[in-house]
């Protein structure tokens, strides 16, 4: 069993920056492919960003291509979501997500999640 927290959330203005941060515990990330997504009220769960076991492949969705970037940090067993450039549009609750196996950018491919972290965008 795979235990995953989310923390970096909070209240930035438009056009400005966060970091989230996944962290796991329970197994480390050894053969898991990580995603982020998030969800608005009233809105069903969307991609957001995923990446690889290894790091080597990552997909974004269009919405955030060029502004986010997801890392993953294998000795602290963690994974990031920096988010420049942020939008009214990005206000959500952010969640991590894992799997073992491919990348994939369907929440229902996910076996994992952590609880979710808000970030709100005025602007």
């Known amino acids: 069993q795979v235990q995953l927290v989310e923390s970096g959330g909070g209240l930035v203005q438009a056009g400005g920056s966060l970091r989230l941060s996944c962290a796991a515990s329970g197994r480390t990330f050894s053969g898991y492919a990580m995603g982020w997504f998030r969800q608005a009220p009233g809105k069903e769960r969307e991609f957001v960003a995923t990446i690889s076991w290894n790091a080597a492949a990552t997909t974004y969705a269009d919405s955030v291509k060029g502004r986010f970037t997801i890392s993953r940090d294998f000795a602290k067993n963690t994974v990031s979501l920096q988010m420049n450039s942020l939008k009214p549009e990005d206000t959500a609750v952010y969640y991590c997500?894992?799997?073992?196996?491919?990348?994939?950018?369907?929440?229902?491919?996910?076996?994992?999640w952590g609880q979710g972290t808000q970030v709100t965008v005025s602007s």
């Open positions: 997500a894992a799997r073992s196996g491919r990348l994939n950018v369907s929440p229902r491919a996910y076996d994992y």
